[in-house]
């Protein structure tokens, strides 16, 4: 019993680092355009670099997820840091933009394995109660990662090069691979498997039309020109058949039977909505401080660290305590704290101080800290051992989705307002965003009461 806690101990310092990776490479990503579009002469495809990351992990995640379950979270964990640290090797080694853009394809391939993975195999490793602890543990990696990402990202571009943020993903994945392939053993019976095909190829192609849609309109694109609304055609076509195609499926990708289960349906709504508003926040209050308050960008920055310190906070709190009280009594919780910062959010004028906006960010990460680890730990306990996979990474999939959606919508009612550049104007249009996020979470508070209440010894359950 002892050695059998010890591999698992040692697993999960892998797969900690495994998410590391995969959490530092947003962050320090981000520190390093500057320097990439100079050294690679690429400015007017800079955007592409996050955005094919983007789409490439939001396809591959549910896939990834259905595979884990079909053939094991093992292999599907080492194809996927694999595809993660070729990718990363060869970003490093680019030398023109274009390369750059097709090797961070492959990064967000291997991206779309490595998080949702991750979680399952914690799903899997600890029992019901315990798994609420450990994910609170990994709910923090996200948050260190955002905290020391800038700090990371700026030491190597100013001291060695941009190309070492990638570099850098090459021993802590190698750790990784020898921690988890070496000390994970599990047991996975060799039968037969019915791969739907048909259902991935429909749901790659819905997908990944949205989300082009939404990534380059209102700017490589405009709204209403003939590619965006063509590619919102095929995303509605080829949901449609995506969905007959599962509903006849033997092993359906994705499983529609887990929109149906109201303890994972639930949890989904939630999460897309609760990172619609992150989405916001992250974005426009960095915005407000500096167009609108006149602060540094150096001083906007800083301004959402008091959030990545407080959602680790309250998601080992709520890992810890929702077996005592309830994942229900968390996750309203959450909702309300997200919809308190909103308030506060919606009455913030050009006389706000910088404080306030502390307050904000705190308040709101408390919230997410709440409701996306009982989240999580909710779904993985309602869900069957032989869905475990595709539900986590189904979470994962609705959080980018919310991203992604808010920032189009987002910015398309901000482009709408502000005409005209000055405090004043930017003001209004960032008034508007903060006026729907105010919604949005109003929605949330209401979805949150769908959730069926817990029965006795259900959350607890080991499974």
Same mark, same amino acid.
């Given at each position: 019993?002892?050695?059998?806690?010890?591999?698992?101990?040692?697993?999960?310092? $892998?797969?900690?680092? #495994?998410?590391?990776?995969?959490?530092?490479?947003?962050?320090?990503?981000?520190? #390093?355009?500057?320097?990439? #579009?100079?050294?690679?002469?690429? %400015?007017?495809?800079?955007?592409?670099?996050?955005?094919?990351?983007?789409?490439?992990?939001?396809?591959?995640?549910?896939?990834?997820?259905?595979?884990?379950?079909?053939?094991?979270?093992?292999?599907?964990?080492?194809?996927?840091?694999?595809?993660?640290?070729? $990718?990363?090797?060869?970003?490093?080694?680019?030398?023109?933009?274009?390369?750059?853009?097709?090797?961070?394809?492959?990064?967000?391939?291997?991206?779309?394995?490595?998080?949702?993975?991750?979680?399952?195999?914690?799903?899997?490793?600890?029992?019901?109660?315990?798994?609420?602890?450990?994910? $609170?543990?990994?709910?923090?990696?996200?948050?260190?990662?955002?905290?020391?990402?800038?700090?990371?990202?700026?030491?190597?571009?100013?001291?060695?090069?941009?190309?070492?943020?990638?570099?850098?993903?090459?021993?802590?994945?190698?750790?990784?691979?020898? %921690?988890?392939?070496?000390?994970?053993?599990?047991?996975?019976?060799?039968?037969?498997?019915?791969?739907?095909?048909?259902?991935?190829?429909?749901?790659?192609?819905?997908?990944?039309?949205?989300?082009?849609?939404?990534?380059?309109?209102?700017?490589?694109?405009?709204?209403?020109?003939?590619?965006?609304?063509?590619?919102?055609?095929?995303?509605?076509?080829?949901?449609?058949?995506?969905?007959?195609?599962?509903?006849?499926?033997?092993?359906?990708?994705?499983? %529609?039977? %887990?929109?149906?289960?109201?303890?994972?349906?639930?949890?989904?709504?939630?999460?897309?909505?609760?990172?619609?508003?992150v989405a916001g926040v992250t974005i426009y209050i960095p915005l407000w401080i500096q167009n609108v308050m006149g602060y540094s960008a150096t001083k906007s920055g800083l301004m959402l660290m008091p959030m990545s310190i407080a959602w680790p906070i309250a998601a080992n709190l709520s890992g810890r305590y929702m077996f005592r009280f309830g994942a229900k009594r968390f996750m309203t919780l959450g909702t309300i704290f997200v919809m308190g910062g909103a308030i506060w959010l919606y009455t913030f004028d050009m006389t706000s101080s910088y404080l306030q906006i502390i307050g904000i960010v705190i308040v709101i990460g408390f919230g997410m800290g709440f409701l996306s680890t009982t989240a999580i730990v909710t779904i993985q306990n309602a869900a069957a051992g032989n869905n475990r996979g595709v539900a986590t990474s189904t979470n994962s999939l609705m959080g980018a989705l919310g991203q992604t959606v808010a920032v189009a919508v987002f910015g398309m009612l901000f482009n709408h307002v502000v005409t005209v550049e000055t405090p004043v104007k930017m003001a209004d249009g960032m008034h508007l965003i903060f006026t729907l996020i105010l919604a949005i979470a109003i929605v949330n508070l209401i979805v949150v009461n769908l959730l069926p209440s817990e029965r006795k010894g259900q959350e607890s359950q080991t499974v």
């Open positions: 019993m002892s050695q059998k806690r010890t591999n698992r101990t040692v697993v999960t310092i $892998g797969l900690l680092a #495994a998410l590391f990776i995969g959490a530092l490479d947003s962050t320090v990503v981000t520190t #390093a355009t500057t320097s990439i #579009a100079k050294d690679l002469n690429g %400015l007017s495809l800079l955007s592409w670099i996050f955005s094919i990351y983007t789409l490439t992990t939001c396809v591959t995640t549910p896939i990834f997820g259905k595979l884990a379950d079909l053939y094991g979270r093992k292999s599907i964990f080492t194809v996927g840091l694999a595809l993660f640290l070729i $990718g990363s090797i060869l970003c490093g080694a680019a030398q023109s933009m274009p390369e750059l853009i097709w090797f961070r394809a492959i990064q967000g391939i291997g991206a779309g394995a490595l998080t949702p993975v991750t979680f399952t195999i914690i799903g899997d490793l600890y029992t019901g109660e315990q798994r609420g602890k450990v994910q $609170g543990i990994l709910a923090s990696v996200w948050s260190i990662a955002g905290l020391i990402g800038p700090f990371v990202g700026g030491y190597f571009v100013d001291t060695i090069s941009w190309r070492w943020i990638f570099y850098m993903n090459i021993p802590v994945s190698i750790i990784s691979f020898i %921690l988890v392939f070496g000390f994970l053993h599990e047991r996975f019976s060799k039968v037969s498997k019915s791969i739907d095909y048909l259902g991935a190829l429909t749901f790659t192609i819905c997908i990944s039309s949205l989300l082009l849609a939404l990534l380059t309109g209102g700017e490589t694109y405009a709204w209403d020109s003939s590619i965006i609304l063509v590619l919102f055609l095929l995303a509605a076509v080829f949901l449609l058949l995506f969905l007959r195609v599962e509903t006849k499926a033997k092993e359906p990708m994705l499983p %529609l039977l %887990l929109f149906r289960e109201r303890r994972m349906a639930i949890p989904y709504v939630l999460g897309f909505f609760g990172f619609c508003v």
